[in-house]
C-alpha cells in the first residue's frame, strides 16, 4: 500500500498537464517545457499554497499562458536515449563540469518534516518549501490529515496507535488555531487603514505561529527543487544510503523522474564502483561514529542543561585578521607583511580601516566583502524544531544537528498560555512524547515523526563573520517568528560580549533588537497590499 495520495485530474486536465510534468500520479515530478520565469513563479507561489504544484498550474497559471503550440508534447514518455555528446563527454570522460550546467526544476510532494531537511542538505541547489506560517495543516488529503504513514510501522503493534495519537496532534492543532484567532482578534483590533484581507492574514499567521509545535515531524510538506545534474547525484547518492526508509524510497522516485529529462547526469548514481559505493562507505562513517558514541556516552546518563545560544569557538584576534584581509586585495604586499603592518597599528588607525570596509551601508542587502569571511564563529544552538526549521535554510555555512527526540523537553509560546489553552498544548506534547518513545525501540529511525516541532533539538551553525551579517540581519527583523528571532538576537550578542568582536557587531547595523510587535506580519502584509494595488493600477 503506498503512503502517497493520489490527485485526480479530469481528461482535459491531464491533456495539458502532460505536456508539462512528467507524470501525474506520483508525488515527485519534474517540469519541463515552460520558460524558466514560470517555473520560478511557480515554486514561488507553492510555497504559500496548500494545493499541489501541478492544481496550482492548472488554477493559476495555464490561463495565463499559450499552450496551444505545445498540444503534440508529452512530457510523460521521457528520453528515448541520451544525447550522444554528454554520453562521450561526462559518462566516459568524467567530465563533472558538464553536469553543472544541466538543471531541473522538480516538485517534491507529500514530503513528511524529517524527509525535508534530508532533502535541503546540499549547498548547491535551491529550495522553497511549505510554510506553516502561511497555510493552516487542518486541510485534509485524500480524506486523511497530511501526515506521512511509514509502512513498516503501520504494518506493527503499533500502527493502530501511531494513526490514533497523530490524528488527535492534529485535531488539537485545529481547535487551538480557531482558539488562537479569537484571542489575537480580541487582543488587537483591526486599525482603521487596513484591509479585511490584511488583518486576516496577519491574524492567521500569528495563530499558525503560536499552535505550529503542536504539529509533528511526520507533517508533509511540498518541496520544490532546483539543481544541477551533479547536486542531483549527489543528493540521490546520499538519500540512498540513508538510514530513514522513507528517504531511501522517495531517492527511488526522483531517479525515475530526472532519468526523463536529464538520464546521462545519472548513469554513476548506481553504478556498483561509484554511486552505491561512495554511499556504502558513508553509511559505513556513519555506523562506526553511532557505535563509539553509544558506548562514550550511556544512555541512561542525565543530559545535562545548557543556554539556548552558546559560542563555542571563535579566534581572539578575528578583527586584526580582518583589518589585514580588508587590505591585501588593494596592495601588492604578500599576507605575512600585511598582517604584520596591522598588527603595529593602534587600535583608532585599524578602526579607520573597519569603517572604510563596511562604508555606508543603505539597508541590510549591503554587504562587505570577502575579507569578513576571514573571522569564524560556532555556535551550540537548543531550540525547538520550527526555529531549527527556519535556521537550517542558510547552507553557505557548516550546518549539523542531531537527531530529534523529546530528551530537551518543549518550547510552550507565552501567547498559548495569554489565551487560556495551555493544559491542551501541554496535552498534546505529553501524547507526542509517550509516542516517541514507545516507537524509539523497535523503529529509531521512524520514531522522530512523532515528535512535535515545539520539542528541541540540538544543532551547530559554523559561519564566518560576512554569513553571520546576512543571516542575523535577515532572521532578527520584526516581521520573523519570535522563536528564531530571539536566537538570532542572542548569536548577535555573543559576538560583540563574548568574541569581543565589537567592530564586527556594529557592522551588522541592521541587527534588530526592538520588542516583538502584535502582530509580525502585519507590515509585510500592508506592504504587499501595497504593492498588489499599484500594480493593478499600473
Given at each position: 500500500?503506498?503512503?502517497?495520495?493520489?490527485?485526480?485530474?479530469?481528461?482535459?486536465?491531464?491533456?495539458?498537464?502532460?505536456?508539462?510534468?512528467?507524470?501525474?500520479?506520483?508525488?515527485?515530478?519534474?517540469?519541463v517545457?515552460?520558460?524558466?520565469?514560470?517555473?520560478?513563479?511557480?515554486?514561488?507561489?507553492?510555497?504559500?499554497?496548500?494545493?499541489?504544484?501541478?492544481?496550482?498550474?492548472?488554477?493559476?497559471?495555464?490561463?495565463?499562458?499559450?499552450?496551444s503550440?505545445?498540444?503534440?508534447?508529452?512530457?510523460?514518455?521521457?528520453?528515448?536515449?541520451?544525447?550522444?555528446?554528454?554520453?562521450?563527454?561526462?559518462?566516459e570522460?568524467?567530465?563533472?563540469?558538464?553536469?553543472?550546467?544541466?538543471?531541473?526544476?522538480?516538485?517534491?510532494?507529500?514530503?513528511?518534516?524529517i524527509?525535508?531537511k534530508?532533502?535541503?542538505?546540499?549547498?548547491?541547489?535551491?529550495?522553497?518549501?511549505?510554510?506553516?506560517?502561511?497555510?493552516?495543516?487542518?486541510?485534509?488529503?485524500?480524506?486523511?490529515?497530511?501526515?506521512?504513514?511509514?509502512?513498516?510501522?503501520?504494518?506493527?503493534?503499533?500502527?493502530?496507535r501511531?494513526?490514533?495519537?497523530?490524528?488527535?496532534?492534529?485535531?488539537?492543532?485545529?481547535?487551538?488555531?480557531?482558539?488562537?484567532?479569537?484571542?489575537?482578534?480580541?487582543?488587537?483590533?483591526?486599525?482603521?487603514?487596513?484591509?479585511?484581507?490584511?488583518?486576516?492574514?496577519?491574524?492567521?499567521?500569528?495563530?499558525?505561529?503560536?499552535v505550529?509545535?503542536?504539529?509533528?515531524?511526520?507533517s508533509?510538506?511540498?518541496?520544490?527543487?532546483?539543481?544541477?545534474?551533479?547536486?542531483?547525484?549527489?543528493?540521490?547518492?546520499?538519500?540512498?544510503?540513508?538510514?530513514?526508509?522513507?528517504?531511501?524510497?522517495?531517492?527511488?522516485?526522483?531517479?525515475?523522474?530526472?532519468?526523463?529529462?536529464?538520464?546521462?547526469?545519472?548513469?554513476?548514481?548506481?553504478?556498483?564502483?561509484?554511486?552505491?559505493?561512495?554511499?556504502?562507505?558513508?553509511?559505513?562513517?556513519?555506523?562506526?561514529?553511532?557505535?563509539?558514541?553509544?558506548?562514550?556516552?550511556?544512555?541512561?546518563?542525565?543530559?545535562?542543561?545548557?543556554?539556548?545560544?552558546?559560542?563555542?569557538?571563535f579566534?581572539?584576534?578575528?578583527?586584526?585578521?580582518?583589518?589585514?584581509?580588508?587590505?591585501?586585495?588593494?596592495?601588492?604586499?604578500?599576507?605575512?607583511?600585511?598582517?604584520?603592518?596591522?598588527?603595529?597599528?593602534?587600535?583608532?588607525?585599524?578602526?579607520?580601516?573597519?569603517?572604510a570596509?563596511?562604508?555606508?551601508?543603505?539597508?541590510?542587502?549591503?554587504?562587505?566583502?570577502?575579507?569578513?569571511?576571514?573571522?569564524?564563529?560556532?555556535?551550540?544552538?537548543?531550540?525547538?524544531?520550527?526555529?531549527?526549521?527556519?535556521?537550517?535554510?542558510?547552507?553557505?555555512?557548516?550546518?549539523?544537528?542531531?537527531?530529534?527526540s523529546?530528551?530537551?523537553?518543549?518550547?510552550?509560546?507565552?501567547?498559548?498560555?495569554?489565551?487560556?489553552?495551555?493544559?491542551?498544548?501541554?496535552?498534546?506534547?505529553?501524547?507526542?512524547?509517550?509516542?516517541?518513545?514507545?516507537?524509539?525501540?523497535?523503529?529509531?529511525?521512524?520514531?522522530?515523526?512523532?515528535?512535535?516541532?515545539?520539542?528541541?533539538?540540538?544543532?551547530?551553525?559554523?559561519?564566518?563573520?560576512?554569513?553571520?551579517?546576512?543571516?542575523?540581519?535577515?532572521?532578527?527583523?520584526?516581521?520573523?517568528?519570535?522563536?528564531?528571532?530571539?536566537?538570532?538576537?542572542?548569536?548577535?550578542?555573543?559576538?560583540?560580549?563574548?568574541?569581543?568582536?565589537?567592530?564586527?557587531?556594529?557592522?551588522?547595523?541592521?541587527?534588530?533588537?526592538?520588542?516583538?510587535?502584535?502582530?509580525?506580519?502585519?507590515?509585510?502584509?500592508?506592504?504587499?497590499?501595497?504593492?498588489?494595488?499599484?500594480?493593478?493600477?499600473?
Amino acid at each position: 500500500m503506498t503512503p502517497y495520495a493520489t490527485e485526480e485530474f479530469s481528461s482535459e486536465e491531464a491533456d495539458v498537464l502532460r505536456r508539462y510534468f512528467t507524470n501525474l500520479d506520483q508525488p515527485v515530478f519534474a517540469l519541463v517545457n515552460l520558460p524558466e520565469v514560470v517555473k520560478g513563479a511557480l515554486f514561488a507561489r507553492y510555497s504559500r499554497s496548500d494545493r499541489s504544484l501541478r492544481r496550482l498550474f492548472l488554477e493559476e497559471f495555464v490561463g495565463e499562458l499559450d499552450v496551444s503550440g505545445d498540444e503534440s508534447i508529452d512530457a510523460t514518455v521521457g528520453l528515448r536515449r541520451a544525447e550522444e555528446l554528454y554520453d562521450r563527454v561526462f559518462f566516459e570522460y568524467g567530465d563533472d563540469s558538464v553536469a553543472q550546467l544541466g538543471g531541473v526544476h522538480l516538485a517534491c510532494e507529500q514530503a513528511s518534516n524529517i524527509l525535508t531537511k534530508i532533502l535541503e542538505w546540499g549547498r548547491l541547489m535551491a529550495y522553497l518549501e511549505q510554510s506553516t506560517r502561511y497555510i493552516a495543516y487542518d486541510s485534509r488529503l485524500g480524506g486523511r490529515f497530511r501526515y506521512y504513514r511509514d509502512p513498516e510501522v503501520l504494518s506493527s503493534s503499533l500502527g493502530a496507535r501511531y494513526i490514533s495519537d497523530m490524528d488527535r496532534l492534529f485535531e488539537v492543532y485545529a481547535d487551538l488555531v480557531r482558539d488562537m484567532t479569537d484571542h489575537f482578534r480580541i487582543r488587537v483590533p483591526k486599525a482603521e487603514g487596513d484591509s479585511d484581507f490584511v488583518y486576516r492574514q496577519a491574524v492567521a499567521a500569528k495563530a499558525f505561529d503560536a499552535v505550529r509545535g503542536v504539529l509533528p515531524a511526520a507533517s508533509l510538506s511540498n518541496v520544490g527543487i532546483y539543481g544541477t545534474g551533479q547536486a542531483y547525484e549527489a543528493l540521490l547518492i546520499r538519500m540512498r544510503a540513508h538510514p530513514l526508509p522513507e528517504a531511501r524510497s522517495y531517492a527511488e522516485m526522483i531517479l525515475a523522474e530526472l532519468r526523463k529529462v536529464i538520464p546521462s547526469f545519472l548513469k554513476r548514481v548506481d553504478l556498483p564502483d561509484r554511486g552505491e559505493e561512495v554511499g556504502r562507505y558513508g553509511a559505513d562513517v556513519r555506523e562506526r561514529l553511532e557505535d563509539l558514541a553509544e558506548d562514550l556516552f550511556a544512555e541512561g546518563d542525565p543530559v545535562a542543561g545548557s543556554p539556548v545560544v552558546d559560542l563555542t569557538d571563535f579566534d581572539p584576534d578575528g578583527e586584526v585578521k580582518l583589518v589585514a584581509a580588508a587590505l591585501y586585495p588593494v596592495t601588492n604586499r604578500s599576507d605575512r607583511e600585511v598582517e604584520a603592518k596591522v598588527r603595529g597599528m593602534s587600535v583608532d588607525e585599524r578602526l579607520s580601516v573597519l569603517r572604510a570596509f563596511v562604508g555606508d551601508r543603505g539597508n541590510r542587502r549591503h554587504r562587505p566583502g570577502r575579507a569578513l569571511e576571514r573571522p569564524t564563529y560556532r555556535f551550540d544552538i537548543l531550540s525547538d524544531y520550527g526555529a531549527f526549521r527556519d535556521m537550517q535554510r542558510h547552507r553557505m555555512l557548516t550546518l549539523d544537528w542531531q537527531r530529534l527526540s523529546c530528551d530537551h523537553g518543549f518550547v510552550r509560546p507565552p501567547e498559548v498560555d495569554e489565551a487560556g489553552v495551555g493544559g491542551r498544548f501541554d496535552a498534546a506534547m505529553e501524547r507526542s512524547r509517550d509516542l516517541h518513545e514507545a516507537l524509539r525501540g523497535p523503529f529509531p529511525e521512524q520514531a522522530p515523526y512523532a515528535v512535535a516541532l515545539a520539542y528541541r533539538v540540538r544543532y551547530l551553525m559554523h559561519m564566518n563573520a560576512r554569513e553571520a551579517m546576512h543571516v542575523l540581519e535577515l532572521r532578527s527583523t520584526p516581521q520573523g517568528h519570535p522563536s528564531y528571532r530571539q536566537i538570532a538576537q542572542q548569536m548577535h550578542r555573543l559576538i560583540a560580549d563574548v568574541a569581543g568582536h565589537h567592530a564586527v557587531a556594529e557592522m551588522m547595523s541592521y541587527v534588530d533588537h526592538t520588542t516583538e510587535p502584535e502582530l509580525e506580519r502585519l507590515e509585510a502584509e500592508r506592504r504587499a497590499e501595497q504593492k498588489r494595488l499599484a500594480h493593478g493600477s499600473a
